[in-house]
């Protein structure tokens, strides 16, 4: 039964019978050819069963492993190793086959290959995926076949591995390198100049050349008869939440993934950036009720508590309720905080609805309200048009387009902090409006 289920007839074999029936054929008409016909047959015959004694006289000539990493990260292209080696005593023609999680949608994956006795051989490729949740691979199946190409013989190894994809860990690497090396403006995040006094005091230390005289601590000066000054910090530990909206405005589609795929990647980057610069950082997320609510904590320790609480969010078909957000944030965030609220508006009179909870939150905490350009429509105002309904299609847009505008100015009217934002842009614009406000002491 085992040699059954590893039994394949090589595409090539047809080809020497398509030959022999030719062969065949012609005899008809030149009967010399028939019996060179009958020796071919018996030929191939003979190489049927050399070719079957090749392949099937080792037990296992073929060892194949898939590399897997423990997690994928969602929206990146994330690379994929398969390791595989040959132990038969000639050269071997193999084709690999690897069963790919249905979320993907390939179903012609294939890479061919020519071994070598006893040589180690590895091939990379690359998954993009963009759904979080656990993606089951199935077999990693290994074609093998000789020089003679007349039949195949199957390898299945690794049946049914799984593996989970979470928030984007590739974005969230990339951010952490840039924000340890300081070279942040690689990444076209812009450097902040630092406005007024947002320091605490650290220590008293003898006074060198080059210290602010304006530090000078005369007291100290007067004890010491030497002179000394003042030494500062910048401000730290300060409470960063950040929001996210889970109701139906964020399963609008870009590129294959929501917007609430593009609010979680950004909000795992930036917790690690603000993490890293000593701040706190925690998370809430809400639509009918609140879902999540993880207090401000500065431990590194916390990103993985903030990655496993976002790898399990998803939307949902309700409106979300920025009532209950308000009393919920008046309740459990005492301290003034910065609140980096993720959310979508599609026309004003949504904002406007909303606007009375947002004014709310703004006047005991720093509010950043993010919202999304329409992509889709930045592509059709920039078309050309041809008859009357394209013009009608293209001032539609443009009207919404405006809309978009019109709510970031509404907002910033009432002291509101914003950020408009294609959804590609997300985390460099969330991460800049960060260093922003930090740099202008408003928290």
Known sequence: MKFLKSFYIHNTFFRYIAVLAASFVLSYWFPVIYPISWLLTLLLFS????????????????????????????????????NYRSSYNFKTYVSIIDELPVQFQKRDFEHRSVLDKNEDYQFEYSLR???????????????????????????????????????????????????????????????????????????????????????????????????????????KSQPVYSIIDTGRVMKMPFNDLKLLDYAINSTLAFSNVALKRHDKTGLITFSKGIETHLPAVQKITHLNTILEKLYGIDTSF???????????????????????????????????????????????????VIFFENTELEDLITSDTEDIQ????????????????????????????????????????TINKYLEIKARGLI
Do not use: C
């Open 129 to 235: 995926p963009v759904e979080r949740g656990e993606y089951h691979f199935g077999s990693l199946i290994v074609f093998a076949s000789s020089p003679l190409k007349i039949i195949k013989r199957k390898y299945a190894f690794e049946k049914y591995r799984t593996v989970p994809v979470y928030p984007s860990i590739i974005q969230m690497q990339q951010y952490d390198f840039l924000a340890i090396s300081n070279h942040l403006t690689e990444m076209g995040l812009k450097k902040m100049r630092r406005i007024g006094q947002t320091q605490e005091f650290e220590q008293i230390k003898e006074y060198v050349s080059g210290d602010d005289i304006r530090t000078v601590n005369w007291k100290a000066t007067a004890k010491q008869n030497n002179l000394m000054v003042n030494q500062y910090q910048d401000e």
């Open 390 to 429: 394209d013009i009608y299609h293209k001032s539609v847009a443009e009207k919404f387009s405006f809309e978009k505008q019109l709510m970031q100015k509404e907002l910033q009217k009432y002291g509101i902090q914003t950020i408009l934002t294609k959804p590609a842009n997300l985390t460099l614009k």
């Open 47 to 82: 190489l049927f069963l050399f070719d079957i004694y090749l392949l099937y006289r080792p037990h296992s000539a073929i060892m194949a492993k898939r590399v897997l990493p423990k997690k994928l990260s969602n929206s990146d292209y994330n690379p994929l190793k398969v």
């Open 318 to 368: 309700t409106d979300s309720d920025f009532g209950l957000l308000y009393g919920h944030v008046k309740r459990k965030v005492s301290h003034r905080s910065l609140l980096l609220f993720y959310t979508n508006f599609e026309h004003i009179s949504a904002l406007r609805r909303q606007l009375p909870y947002l004014l709310a939150l703004a006047k005991k905490h720093v509010l950043v």
